[in-house]
């Protein structure tokens, strides 16, 4: 029998200076550049002003609810609005300075003069970031209920944590219009911005060692968030090794809008890469794809090529093109008789992204779970 409102036990376990803020301290598509610093904030201050609220993608991803049953299906996750603070002025330092353990979960982003690592260990307690990426203004956003670090396009204003969930999700607003969008949807369902959604920034789920060996130039986000929190421990569990709520075969703390998915996979945890376009979405089993190297829909229009150097996965329409794992041990992949890494197909790419699976399926309950060849 589920229990309610335990996301507040979780918190609350961790005491009153772990959810209030200390007194007086406060494939997704490339991005445009703008102007802007290597810090956070709100970017460029000489935009329209009648520009509020973040822009919306002109591509639409599938969004198969009604929005009213979304909003029905939306409870509160015990902090209030802003109970878990976003991070508004994210501060750096280089990765020789950073104080990570190698198995450290973090969410990388690499972009054309900007490489940062934001650390799940500081964004569990947060959520949001708001930041700045290329010189454009984005949101990084964690649930640690479905597993999903999302990168969005934010525009002059900044999201927050709205302190309710749906599907055991992250709810985000943004400070603009007090829209409300599910993380994993990036779709708003309430506010003047419904119907609307968000521009997404990919970012790469992966551990510190790999992302620095892959990065050596990185730059990571520090505990300095103007807020007092216990970074080295994490309310829900751990990641190294897996445990708590993380653990394969751990319940959720929410109902899901649909259960359908325990058809497919009982398993609520697996992980799963997700992939979303505009008429379908796609679960490619992460296990599976790490032992093939590359999966596909039984049409072939999707595939998943697995990078091993990052653990991570890359999306692609297939086209005509014909696609196999290339025999060196590398994780490279043959495409059309050449051979390319896993990041670098010569084929049109579509976002991908890590998420438990009872997230994917209870969103899209007809999501195809694809875990073999």
Not at 43 to 54: E, L, T
């Amino acid at each position: 029998m589920r229990t309610p409102h335990t996301r507040r036990r979780f918190l609350g376990a961790v005491g009153a200076a772990g959810v209030a803020g200390v007194a007086g301290c406060t494939a997704a598509g490339p991005l445009r550049r703008r102007s802007g610093g290597d810090r956070g904030g709100d970017g460029d201050a000489d935009a329209d002003p009648s520009d509020a609220g973040p822009p919306a993608r002109t591509d639409p991803i599938y969004q198969p609810w009604d929005h009213a049953a979304v909003r029905d299906a939306t409870v509160s996750g015990g902090p209030e609005k802003d109970g878990i603070p976003s991070v508004d002025d994210p501060q750096f330092v280089p990765a020789a300075d950073a104080s990570l353990a190698p198995d450290d979960v973090v969410f990388g982003y690499a972009g054309e003069t900007d490489v940062t690592a934001y650390p799940q260990s500081v964004l569990v307690w947060h959520e949001v970031a708001n930041d700045v990426l290329d010189g454009t203004p984005v949101a990084v956003t964690y649930c640690p209920l479905t597993g999903t670090a999302m990168g969005f396009e934010r525009g002059e204003t900044t999201f927050g944590v709205s302190g309710r969930l749906v599907n055991n999700n992250l709810v985000l607003y943004d400070r603009a219009t007090d829209s409300r969008w599910p993380q994993v949807l990036a779709t708003a369902v309430s506010g003047p911005r419904e119907g609307d959604q968000l521009r997404e920034v990919r970012l790469v789920w992966t551990t510190w060692s790999r992302w620095r060996e892959a990065h050596p130039d990185t730059r990571v986000m520090t505990e300095n968030t103007g807020y007092a929190r216990r970074y080295g421990s994490d309310p829900y569990g751990n990641y190294n090794p897996t445990s708590g709520y993380y653990a394969s075969g751990s319940r959720t703390l929410f109902p899901p809008l649909d259960d359908g998915w325990r058809d497919v996979e009982t398993d609520a945890k697996r992980v799963v890469f997700a992939v979303r376009t505009a008429d379908r979405v796609v679960a490619f089993d992460r296990p599976a794809l790490a032992r093939a190297g590359r999966l596909a829909t039984a049409d072939g229009a999707l595939i998943a090529a697995y990078d091993p150097a990052l653990d991570t996965a890359w999306a692609y329409r297939g086209g005509d093109a014909v696609v196999a794992p290339a025999d060196d041990g590398d994780g490279r992949v043959v495409v059309d008789g050449d051979t390319y890494r896993a990041d670098a197909l010569p084929l049109e790419p579509v976002s991908a992204v890590h998420a438990m699976w009872h997230a994917v399926g209870g969103f899209y309950p007809e999501a195809e779970y694809v875990a073999r060849e």
